[in-house]
């Protein structure tokens, strides 16, 4: 396994989750490099499902070191409460480390990101509300608090001007009340002492795992789509989800990467605003939104559904440098009587086999299908690809073709043991 990265292909919700499960079996250390508490996992521990939402599931491992890099942003409110009911379920935090240099998501932030979103109105760009953006634009405008500041002696000096002028802004261009900025900062302060334990220089210890020649496994985010530079801008995250964020996000060299990961539904889906060409607004996207129980894990709303479009997964390939496709949620697609694929754009009178050059062209964009027949037989339990009936064997060959990345795995069903492995 060596050195590898899982990324989302689409945008988020691809079911990384298990493909990262799978793969932290063997790994010594798991690491999140990007994006904060807006990763939802779900993980089953014995009878119990824990969801996790910022530390790596590979924390159920006890020999795997997980770590929440520099490139991350951190609520302690959330980590601190993740970090409760890890251990009320007996689960140790020894492997845990934290970078020092990963910003705090502040009480500011979240409430920046609501009167943000009121402001845009139509607009809407549908964020988690956590204050993730907020977070990231103050880190880039060098005005940041890192998780080095909060478990320092200097944590409420250097904190009080930044919740003053954020009042200022608040009551002054949003016409919003003003924060209890004491008790706020109390709060926040108080959380220090939980996670001081657990902060070092993770740069150095991914060094040294790369070093050692150890199996580390950065575990992306969100997904390529929703990448803020190579995403659907402005519809997008505020942070680096495609494979060389693990680099800025960690103090990892490109020439470290050894393997690259894309995840997808065997459909596409879609949170939030922003044009999405795959769409099916009609019975066949509230089927495959009932029976693939497309409801985000971190919010409850309901997601957008459509078919697999091609267009956009050569796109996460190549800028990923994609080595392995690990496909999910087959399964979901049992009993259409055809299925389809979107394997080029229609705009402007022309065909595209890429994607469009500017987001205005990208929504003129039309997709054009491919039609395959479906399939009725249960797959559920299928364990190898000769289990699968012929023509959902003709799709999977279909997207490997036009995709032009190999399958790593095909999950059947959301059982740890319902897929079939090929790499
Ligand atoms: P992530 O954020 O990329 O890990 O994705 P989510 O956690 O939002 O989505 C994964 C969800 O899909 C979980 O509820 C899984 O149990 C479910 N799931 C994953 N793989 C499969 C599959 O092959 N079939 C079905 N039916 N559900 C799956």
New binding site residues.
Partial sequence: MAVTVVV?AQW?????????DYLARNAAMVVRYQGGNN????VAVGETELKLHLIPSGILHSNTLCLIADGVVVDPAVLTQEMQTLRAQGISLDSLRISGNAHVIMPYHRILDALDEQRRGGGKIGTTGRGIGPAYADKAARSGLRIADLVSDHFLERARPLFAEKNHLFQRVYGADAMDSEALLAEVAGYAGQIRPFVCNTTLLVGQAVAARQNILFEG???TMLDIDHGTYPFVTSSHTVAGGACLGTGIGPRQIERVIG?C?AYTTRVGSGYFPTELEDATGERIRQ???EF???TGRPRRCGWRDLVALRYAAQVNSMDALAL?????LTGLPTVCLGVGYACDGKRLNHFPDTQAEYVRSEPIYEELPGWDEEI?GARRLADLPANARRYLERIEALAGVPLMM??????RE??ITLQ
Avoid: F, I
């Avoid at 988020?12 to 990262?20: A, F, I, P, T």
């Avoid at 990763?39 to 779900?42: L, S």
């Avoid at 999910?328 to 979901?332: C, E, Q, R, S």
């Avoid at 095909?410 to 059982?415: E, L, N, Y």
């Fill in positions: 989302g988020g919700d691809e079911g990384k989750g298990r493909v990262v990763a939802g996992h779900t985010a969100q997904g995840v539904k029976r693939g129980a985000g894990t971190t999910t949620k087959l399964d979901v559920t095909v999950s059947v069903g959301p059982r319902q897929a």
